[in-house]
């Protein structure tokens, strides 16, 4: 399989010493699973981020009680500065105030495609809900990622 180390597969029912320890991760410091608290705390910091920018942009009153296209404007800020961010700095805004990051397990850049990809399935909720070992919801096993810490 690919991004585990030895070909081992992650599964459920495996033992570990910590979260992590199946991918090759430290326990803790740089390169250590990001907590949960961290990763909460940076959706928030991404989601306020992208309210205030769809409200410069568009109006508050549009923003907030718009019925029409305006009303999904917050989520498509979050989209665009979540997906631009992470292609280039290896996180979103609210990840980089946390100090916490998106990196791939084999190692490589996040890339553009692969960052659009995984912000998309974000915005999708669901697969971001489903939580399997070591921290990972469906859109960083689908994109090979994981969420670390950068301190």
Known sequence: MLGYPHGVAETEDRTEEWPGAG???????????????????????????SMVIASAVFGVEHVIRG???RAFTILGVFFIQTSILTAVAGGSFGKLLTRIGIIRLDGKHIGFLRAVARQFMVCLVIPALVIGVHRRGLHDLTCGTVV???R
């Open 23 to 49: 991918l090759g991760l430290p326990q803790t410091g740089r390169g250590s699973l990001a907590s949960w608290t961290a990763r909460a705390t940076a959706l928030v910091l991404d989601w306020a981020s």
């Open 148 to 150: 670390v810490n950068r």
């Open 67 to 69: 019925q029409d296209w």
